[in-house]
């Protein structure tokens, strides 16, 4: 009896997720930024400076790729959270306070960076070249938001060596190789359409 109420009711979430393209583009906005939230936590904190090694962004730049709008709405759903306590960030911190410290601009860089790539997507198409500019572009916009932020913690003097020069080419050529990854496995046909 338990069985069938069960397959009844898997049945009835399937066809409203097949159903309802807002509830699929909802369950899936959700889940993208409970994925973020599950990256973030593979952090590896280096002595004597207060940014540690993140691979989430590499998963936001390549699956806003993938899915445009949606994976934008996924990672500002994901910063919300964040805002709302719950423990995101690295080192399973949360709340406005861990938000607005000294690696929280990062994370906001990486929105500005993520709608920067899914305004041009479509525009760079599948020239290797092409992705590899706005990757950078998306980067640098990134990296600027970050170290503006990091500098109300840090002298300015030591900036660049604790917030640019650790991460900015390992995380480019990472960045690079998932999205050029991503669009030579999906191509332009299988990519999601934009939520707006």
Known sequence: ????????????????????????ALTLILSLSWVYALCEQIAIPLLFNPVPIIIQQVLVYS???????????????????????????????G????????TGGYLIGIYFAACLIVLFKDVVGRSIVLQTLL???????HFTVGLAHLSLFVPT??????????????????????V?????????????????
Do not use: E
């Open 1 to 24: 009896m338990k069985k069938t109420a069960l397959n009844q009711l898997t049945t009835h979430l399937r066809g409203l997720y097949y159903s309802h393209p807002r509830f699929s």
């Open 63 to 93: 699956l806003t790729f993938l899915f445009g709008w949606r994976a934008v709405a996924g990672y500002g759903l994901y910063l919300l959270q964040i805002a709302c306590g719950a423990p995101f960030m690295a080192f399973s911190l």
């Open 95 to 102: 709340g406005v306070a861990r938000l607005m410290g000294p």
């Open 135 to 141: 990757v950078l572009a998306a980067q640098t916009i």
């Open 157 to 178: 003097g030591s900036l660049l060596a604790l917030g640019l020069f650790p991460f900015f080419f390992g995380d480019f050529v990472l960045k690079v190789a998932a």
């Open 180 to 196: 050029v990854g991503i669009n030579r496995v999906f191509g332009t046909r299988h990519r999601h359409p934009n939520l707006f």
